[in-house]
């Protein structure tokens, strides 16, 4: 099933599957692609960031930005 | 000479700047903003090299102020041999950045620092291949204890610039970035 990036639950895995265009050279340097494990770890509240895991990192990216990252989840 | 050191936040680039450089060192702040970064000096064969501290940067689409001092320093320094330093159990992010930087043309050399953390979460990297692959020397560190660093000064001549096609190539030339 594939949903925005800040629709996932909290321990739930995915893989990146699309980000928006102009956005992949912003996130790039974060580690962030397409075909990337991502696992959801918290989301923020009062429309504050989610922080996710990639690669062993956590990363907290913008609302707005998580909004344009589609994943696929893995059930 | 000038070197550049970098790299992204916390992979030991002050570690190894102060190694190549010993206590000579000058602070100063980039004008016009509040960042600030170091520069210093060691001599190789009777020749002086300036060594600079860039402040970390994840990419070179600059984010913060950090960053865009980063990226203007690269740019002013249309001449210098960057040493890219990477978190050696955090590869794949690093050598985005590395990328990036041999896409705009300077010469490259690769720490890949912090090579004892990189051991201890199991990470195992093929050095020789990375080399092979990328063109450029690839060294293994350990910036707090010395590890490395007589090898990185030594490669500092072989810096070269490489096009990324033809890592791209030589690394399978899949490019799963979806450009």
């Known amino acids: 099933m594939r949903e925005k990036l800040p629709e996932m639950r909290y ?17 790039a340097g974060m580690g962030i692609r397409v075909g990337k494990e991502i696992k959801m770890l918290t989301k923020q509240p009062m429309k504050g960031p989610v922080v996710v ?10 609302l707005k930005i998580a909004e344009k990252i589609i994943v696929e989840v893995k059930k | ?21 010993g206590a000579n060192v000058i602070e100063s702040n980039y004008p016009g903003t509040t960042v600030d970064y170091t520069k210093g000096y060691m001599r190789m064969r009777g020749e002086d090299i300036t060594v600079v501290d860039v402040p970390g ?7 913060d102020k950090a960053e865009e001092v980063a990226v203007k320093m690269l740019e002013e320094e249309r001449d210098a041999v960057v040493i890219c330093i990477i978190d050696s159990s955090k590869i794949e992010r690093g050598l985005y950045l590395t990328l990036e930087i041999m896409e705009r043309g300077y010469p490259v050399m690769l720490a ?7 051991e201890d979460k199991n ?4 050095v020789e291949k990375l080399r092979k692959v990328l063109g450029i020397p690839v060294i293994p ?8 660093i007589g090898e990185l000064i030594r490669k500092i001549k072989e810096a070269r610039a490489v096009e990324v096609d033809k890592i791209i190539k030589k690394a399978g030339g899949i490019d799963e970035t979806n450009r």
Request: no cysteine; net charge negative; charged share 25%.
């Open chain 2, 57 to 63: 940067t994840f990419s070179l689409e600059p984010k």
């Open chain 2, 112 to 118: 890949l620092n912090m090579w004892d953390v990189a």
């Open chain 1, 11 to 27: 321990e739930e895995k995915g893989v990146v599957k699309m980000i928006e265009g102009g956005l992949q050279e912003r996130v």
């Open chain 1, 53 to 62: 895991i990639v690669d062993d990192t956590r990363t907290s990216l913008g």
């Open chain 2, 141 to 148: 560190t350990v910036a707090i204890s010395g590890e490395g």
């Open chain 2, 123 to 126: 990470v195992d990297i093929d």
């Open chain 2, 1 to 21: 000479m000038k070197i550049l050191l970098m790299g992204h936040p916390n992979v030991g680039k002050s570690a190894v700047f102060n190694r190549l450089t």
